[in-house]
């Protein structure tokens, strides 16, 4: 750790959109005081200035934080375009946006910072106004799973579909089963409907979170199987009715559907 090192907090810090919420705030303030202040190497890897490798886990034990607060804050703070984040099924890399405004390494004038913030917040009217067409695109399955948009960090990206990380979201998978969950909920939405996928992904993921299963993989893959190959038989007329298989539990079923009653 640089103890010798420190990060500048402007006073403008408590007009910030997220500064009420302690959660969000906590994350945010981390992130600043973790970011690498020069790049740095990590594992043969350059870790920019402005960024850090990391994980949920390791967020939840700095900040003692539950895991769920940690996924949301760091939500809130991508949602408001000031945090990056590149997930892989090994760690994240976590990257200020806005790094070099908030720690200025120079003697900018007030009024040069002010100009950067007014040329941010015209782009970000025109972002808003296509944020209908970005939505469309993050649900696209896309052929290349792994992208380098800066070849001098080669830290590549790992691009996982929108639907596998509500999963991950809803912590209905772990974050070192985030690849392979992936590359199974692509294959189904190759075949089936997106909202078919989402719904019986759910429901499965939600019967198998209190049990003792051996392989996950198998057991989601075949659960998945029977109910969405059951939704497109033409002879069936529900097709909302899941189909079950002798290992599940009814009574842990009546259980989970008397919820929603």
């Known amino acids: 750790m640089d103890n010798d090192t420190f990060i500048k907090l402007f006073r403008s810090f408590t007009s910030w959109e997220w500064y009420t919420d302690q959660n969000t705030k906590d994350v945010f303030i981390h992130c600043l005081l973790m970011a690498n202040w020069k ?16 994980s949920i886990a390791r967020l939840s034990s700095d900040l003692k934080l539950s895991e769920k607060k940690i996924r949301t804050a760091i939500n809130h703070l991508k949602q408001s375009n000031d945090l990056a984040v590149k997930t892989t099924n090994q760690y994240s890399l976590i990257t200020v946006v806005k790094y070099d405004v908030y720690q200025i390494t120079t003697n900018k004038k007030a009024n040069e910072l002010i100009d950067t913030m007014a040329n941010e917040g015209q782009a970000e009217g025109k972002q808003k106004a296509n944020k209908g067409q970005q939505l469309k695109k993050d649900i696209t399955i896309e052929d290349k799973r792994y992208k380098i948009k800066d070849k001098s960090t080669c830290v590549p990206e790992l691009k996982i579909h929108y639907l596998t990380e509500r999963l991950l979201f809803k912590n209905l998978i772990a974050e070192n089963e985030t690849e392979i969950f992936d590359e199974i909920i692509r294959e189904y939405l190759a075949e089936y409907d997106a909202v078919d996928v989402s719904v019986k992904a759910d429901y499965v993921l939600g019967l198998m979170k209190d ?3 051996d392989n996950r993989m198998a057991y989601f893959k075949s659960a998945m199987n029977k109910n969405l190959k059951y939704s497109y038989l033409p002879e ?26």
């Open 211 to 213: 049990k003792q299963i």
């Open 39 to 54: 790049d740095k190497k990590w594992k043969g890897t350059v870790i920019p200035r402005g960024s850090f490798i990391t």
């Open 236 to 261: 069936v007329e529900d097709t909302n009715t899941p189909v079950f298989d002798e290992e599940v539990d009814l009574d842990e079923l009546d259980e989970f559907l008397a919820e929603f009653e």
